[in-house]
């Protein structure tokens, strides 16, 4: 089973920035694409960004592509989401998600493997 663990969450003031992080427990056995997702209170869960294994097909939430960043460390199990500008809206718990095929979507059914999530709160 592919494990993964979300790390990097905290209380940030409006404005500010946290770079979360997704590490794989266990060695992964296909190039499955890599996403994150976020549920706020009340709210059901939310595409966040996505991104193939290679790194070159990337989707992000219309609401945040201009403010953050999936990326991966080139040969490595670790994948981030650098976020900027955060707004008191986005407080959630933050969740890494991967799934067995190869392209990223939004689709919160396509993904097959979910850590246990991250909080993230931004204060106004």
């Known amino acids: 089973q592919v494990q993964l663990v979300e790390t990097g969450g905290g209380l940030v003031q409006a404005g500010g920035s946290l770079k979360l992080s997704c590490s794989t427990t266990v060695r992964t056995v296909t190039p499955g694409a890599t996403a994150w997702f976020r549920q706020a209170p009340g709210k059901e869960r939310e595409f966040v960004a996505a991104?193939?294994?290679?790194?070159?097909?990337?989707i992000y939430e219309v609401s945040v592509k201009d403010r953050f960043t999936i990326s991966r460390e080139g040969g490595k199990s670790t994948v981030y989401l650098q976020m900027n500008n955060l707004k008191p809206e986005e407080t959630a718990v933050y969740y890494c998600?991967?799934?067995?095929?190869?392209?990223?979507?939004?689709?919160?059914?396509?993904?097959?493997?979910w850590g246990q999530g991250t909080q993230v709160t931004v204060s106004s």
């Open positions: 991104m193939d294994w290679s790194g070159r097909s990337i």
């Open positions: 998600t991967r799934r067995n095929g190869p392209m990223p979507t939004m689709a919160r059914d396509a993904y097959d493997y």
